[in-house]
């Protein structure tokens, strides 16, 4: 038995200031923001729904859903990440994957993934003691064919499903959806930011619409905030995972071509 005590979602990219001192302060003063929620609720497992750039998942080992099963995780030590091994959460991990099936999942169980910096960025922000366990579960965005935005939402009740239920005891646990927002990457249109849609996303999201904006297809998301947007489904399993309609806040945003990426991040509250 256990808690989902909280959601999160924040995009998973950090980039030199320069040219956007200002943009990047508030960005990393809405991350440093989010931590101090995260540290608040005092979560006893910290579960972060992310993308893989290629580096555990590609070509050769393609994945819809997969979670990290393993006592232990090291990063990969990409964009100068130190490899600091921090605690898995096996149990869950193996839970959650023996139950998707009976919901018309199948999740890859991996034991021996190594986070890249969509991982570890994102852990570092919200979780940065290696001691506190830390479960890794990976949405394929970047090859075909990526799930839908509403299969990433409803895989999310599936966790909450196994964190309520389960005869193991997680205690309190707290999901993160990292990535997004609109981004393009290796595209013609590199750079461009979506400004409209990301607030537009945002505001959805805070105001209890989260199973809503789940409607909308991949090529929609695509059209709309990018290759690099498709990520979004990310931040739609944490919404997944926490009761319907759940409410909260925009933690930060700023659009930064200089980061070929809008930059953002908010929190849902759970009464």
């Not at 990292?178 to 590199?190: A, F, I, T, Y």
């Not at 930011?193 to 537009?200: A, G, I, K, L, Q």
């Not at 619409?209 to 090529?219: G, H, N, V």
Request: include cysteine; hydrophobic fraction near 40%.
């Amino acid at each position: 038995m256990g808690k989902i005590v909280g959601g999160f979602a924040t995009s998973h990219i950090l980039l030199p200031p320069k040219g956007a001192e200002a943009a990047a302060n508030r960005v990393f003063e809405g991350m440093m923001a989010i931590r101090a929620e995260v540290k608040r609720l005092a979560p006893d497992v910290v579960v972060i729904a992310n993308s893989d750039h290629m580096n555990n998942f590609n070509w050769a080992h393609q994945i819809s859903f997969a979670v990290g099963v393993a006592d232990e995780f090291v990063p990969l030590g990409d964009m100068g990440i130190p490899q600091t091994p921090f605690r898995g959460c096996r149990a869950l991990g193996q839970a959650f994957a023996e139950h998707a099936p009976s919901r018309g999942f199948d999740i890859v169980p991996a034991e021996e993934v190594r986070p890249d910096h969509a991982m570890m960025i994102n852990k570092l922000v919200v979780s940065p003691n290696p001691e506190t366990p830390v479960l890794p579960v990976y949405i394929n965005t970047n090859m075909p064919i990526t799930p839908q935005p509403k299969r990433a939402y409803a895989l999310g009740r599936v966790l909450r499903e196994v964190i309520e239920e389960s005869e193991n005891e997680f205690g309190r646990v707290v999901v993160i959806g990292g990535g997004g927002l609109s981004h393009w990457l290796c595209h013609p249109e590199q750079g461009r930011v979506n400004e409209e849609f990301d607030r537009h996303f945002l505001e959805m999201m805070v105001s209890g619409r989260s199973e809503e904006l789940a409607e909308i297809t991949c090529p929609e998301l695509e059209e709309a905030a990018g290759n690099g947007g498709l990520e979004l489904a990310n931040w739609l399993f944490m919404a997944g995972a926490l009761p319907p309609s759940t409410k909260g806040e925009i933690m930060y945003y700023e659009p930064m071509p200089e980061w070929i990426t809008g930059m953002g991040g908010l929190m849902l509250s759970v009464n």
